[in-house]
């Protein structure tokens, strides 16, 4: 019979289960952790949130107001539109705006009622009774508020609008004398504007429109004026009027 061999003894290897089970253990572990940062982190976010001041909250800009009085400056204005271009820079154009208002000095001015039934005025240097050397008293009838307002190719040759052909809210209207002229025959004319740009804070506006005049003179405004009359039409940018220390507006006011 041959000899025994010595067997060298192995050691015994652990269970898989164990491991298994150990596994399983920190696998628990790590996720509870998880979920603990995951519910720390959404309670801090609640709290931040419920610490938001609503008057402080970043609202979208109030829907456009065409009430009050307004200054009007003609687009083609080199002092102004060199400003705006070639980065389209409103509040750069404001800032000018406003130190040409302060002197004061404008193109046109307007004021528009909060009754719209009722009419509007219109007043511009460059629209003058040529032998008083005054302004034409202009009226805006049939003012009609609109949802949807755009330019037209020919209304925006030449002019800078934010986006000539895409519609926003506005107001549109009819010019007319205010009263009856003896040395005019007849005036027609449109008016359209509607808001541009707002600043983030709400509080700046700058809007933009259109408006054209045409007047015909009588035979004897025709005789001593040695014109037919009077056609004017421009592109505009607008801003509201300067508010004295009284909160009143100090531009075009209503008829009395």
């Not at 004061?104 to 009774?129: H, W």
């Not at 037209?152 to 926003?168: N, W």
């Not at 009077?230 to 300067?242: D, G, H, K, L, Q």
């Amino acid at each position: 019979m041959p000899p025994k061999t010595k067997t060298a003894k192995k050691r015994a290897r652990s269970p898989e289960p164990a491991a298994t089970k150990r596994a399983s253990k920190r696998g628990k572990k790590d996720a509870s952790a998880t979920s603990s940062i995951v519910e720390d982190t959404t309670q801090t976010q609640t709290q931040d949130a419920s610490n938001i001041d609503p008057s402080k909250a970043v609202k979208p800009a109030d829907a456009p107001s065409f009430q009050g009085a307004f200054d009007l400056y003609a687009m083609e204005l080199p002092f102004l539109n060199s400003v705006f271009t070639p980065a389209r820079d409103y509040a750069a154009l404001l800032e000018v705006i406003r130190t040409y208002q302060a002197k004061p000095d404008n193109s046109a001015r307007i004021y528009l009622p909060a009754d719209v039934s009722t009419a509007g005025r219109l007043q511009s240097g460059v629209i003058e009774d040529p032998l008083e050397d005054m302004p034409f008293e202009l009226a805006l009838s049939l003012l009609t508020l609109k949802n949807s307002l755009s330019f037209t190719a020919c209304e925006s040759s030449g002019a800078y609008f934010s986006e000539p052909t895409k519609a926003s809210a506005g107001i549109t209207g009819s010019v007319d004398l205010e009263n009856d002229h003896c040395g005019v025959s007849s005036t027609s004319g449109s008016f359209k504007m509607r808001r541009a740009w707002v600043s983030s804070t709400g509080k700046d506006e700058i809007f933009e429109g259109f408006a054209s005049v045409k007047i015909v003179y009588s035979g004897m405004y025709r005789r001593k004026s040695f014109e037919n009359g009077c056609t004017v039409s421009f592109p505009f940018w607008a801003i509201r009027a300067c508010v004295g220390e009284d909160g009143k507006e100090i531009g075009l006011q209503p008829l009395q």
